[in-house]
Each structure stands twice: as structure tokens, then as C-alpha cells.
């Protein structure tokens, strides 16, 4: 009993010294609005060495957030623009998009926001390294609001 007391004692004390993270993350109202890329990274899930950054390939894709839905845009210069969407929600460091349209499936990211800057890393999604061929790729985004 004394050594479950020690251990309550020390746990409290740590948690005391490091302080705690709320489990929640940011505040809902972080996210809502309109951000734009600065690089959109793919990358290949059967071979990493075959990445794109179509940013810097001049590109766009922009990430509107509302309360709970989302929209992805992405234009190819030349080309119709892609859009899809669906439902977002977040925890600490965690988001996750649950596509409605456009694709299918979840994309969960790794997130870090600090203002007006937002880097999403990690999530899965489909995209075309080749012409014509769709492939799981990892999408690294950092975007600007």
C-alpha cells in the first residue's frame, strides 16, 4: 500500500512539474477558414524516392475548414480543378479528414499549428505520379491561412 502511495505521490508530482496537455488540441475556431499551401509534398508509399512537391511545380491546393466539414481544391495549371471533401475533426496533435467526395476513405495527419501556419504530415492519399495511374501516396502539406 505504501508503495502505491509513493507512485501516486511521484506520478502527481511529475505531472505537477511538466504540466499536462489538454486532449482536445486547439480550439475548433483555429482551423476555420481558408489556407493556402506553400508545399504539398506526395510521396510514393512503394518507392519514398518518388516524391513531388506540385507547389513548386506551381500548382495551388487550398484547405477551407468550416466547423466541420472541409473542402480540398487542387489546380493543375491548364487543367479542371480537383475538389473533394467531407467531415474533419482533430485531437491534440492529430487530424482527420473522412472524405465524402473526391476520394474515399480517411487521410489522418500529424498536426502542427502555431498562427496563422498550419503543417499537416503524413496523411494518406491517392495521387498520379504517373499520368493515368492513381498510387497511395503521403501527403506532407504546409499551408498559410
Known amino acids: 500500500m505504501r508503495y502505491a502511495a509513493f507512485v501516486l505521490l511521484v506520478t502527481v508530482a511529475f505531472l505537477g512539474f511538466t504540466g499536462c496537455k489538454?486532449?482536445?488540441?486547439p480550439d475548433v475556431d483555429?482551423?476555420?477558414?481558408?489556407?493556402?499551401?506553400?508545399?504539398?509534398?506526395?510521396?510514393?508509399?512503394?518507392?519514398?524516392?518518388?516524391?513531388?512537391?506540385?507547389?513548386?511545380?506551381?500548382w495551388t491546393l487550398t484547405l477551407v475548414f468550416n466547423a466541420s466539414t472541409f473542402?480540398?481544391?487542387?489546380?493543375?495549371?491548364?487543367?479542371?480543378?480537383?475538389?473533394?471533401?467531407?467531415?474533419?475533426?482533430?485531437?491534440?496533435?492529430?487530424?482527420?479528414?473522412?472524405?465524402?467526395?473526391?476520394?474515399s476513405g480517411e487521410s489522418q495527419f500529424d498536426f502542427t499549428l502555431d498562427g496563422d501556419n498550419l503543417t499537416l504530415e503524413g496523411g494518406h492519399m491517392p495521387f498520379e505520379?504517373?499520368?493515368?495511374?492513381?498510387?497511395?501516396a503521403i501527403l506532407n502539406l504546409i499551408l498559410v491561412k
Open 30 to 58: 483555429s482551423f476555420i477558414g481558408t489556407w493556402d499551401a506553400t508545399k504539398a509534398e506526395f510521396v510514393s508509399v512503394a518507392n519514398s524516392s518518388t516524391k513531388v512537391d506540385i507547389v513548386a511545380q506551381g
Open 22 to 25: 489538454s486532449s482536445t488540441g
Open 129 to 136: 505520379f504517373t499520368p493515368g495511374n492513381l498510387e497511395e
Open 71 to 103: 473542402t480540398m481544391t487542387i489546380q493543375e495549371p491548364g487543367e479542371a480543378a480537383w475538389v473533394g471533401g467531407g467531415t474533419w475533426t482533430s485531437s491534440i496533435d492529430t487530424m482527420t479528414l473522412t472524405w465524402s467526395s473526391g476520394t
